[in-house]
C-alpha cells in the first residue's frame, strides 16, 4: 500500500481502538454486519484499497484482510474475498475463545 493509503487505514484502525468509528469506514450487512469497510484511494486516484477489520471479538481489533480493487466495474467485493473474510472472523473468534 502507499503512503497514504496507510496513513489513512492507520488512522481509522485507531479511531476503532479508541471506540468509534473513522470517516473513512462502514458497516458490511448480513452475516458480515460485525465486519468494517475502510476504504481509501492513492494520490493518484487510479487504485483503491479496502481493508477489513472487526471489533466484535473480546476487545481487540482483527484486520481480516486488506484488498486492492482491480475491478473497474461495480463496486461489489468479490465472492472469493467476502468468503475468506468470514473465515477469517471465524478464525478470530476461535482465538479469542482460546485466549479467555
Excluded: W
Excluded at 494520490?43 to 471479538?57: I, K
Amino acid at each position: 500500500m502507499p503512503p497514504e493509503v496507510r496513513r489513512t487505514v492507520g488512522y481509522a484502525l485507531r479511531v476503532a481502538q479508541e471506540g468509534g468509528c473513522a470517516q473513512d469506514a462502514s458497516r458490511m450487512s448480513g452475516d458480515l454486519r460485525d465486519v468494517f469497510e475502510i476504504t481509501a484511494d492513492d494520490d493518484t486516484g487510479r487504485s483503491t484499497f479496502r481493508v477489513f477489520y472487526t471489533t466484535a471479538v473480546g476487545e481487540a481489533v482483527y484486520v481480516l484482510d486488506a484488498i486492492q480493487k482491480k475491478s473497474k466495474t461495480g463496486i461489489a467485493t468479490p465472492r472469493s474475498d467476502l468468503n475468506r473474510i468470514r473465515n477469517r472472523l471465524k478464525s478470530a473468534r476461535e482465538h479469542h475463545d482460546t485466549q479467555t
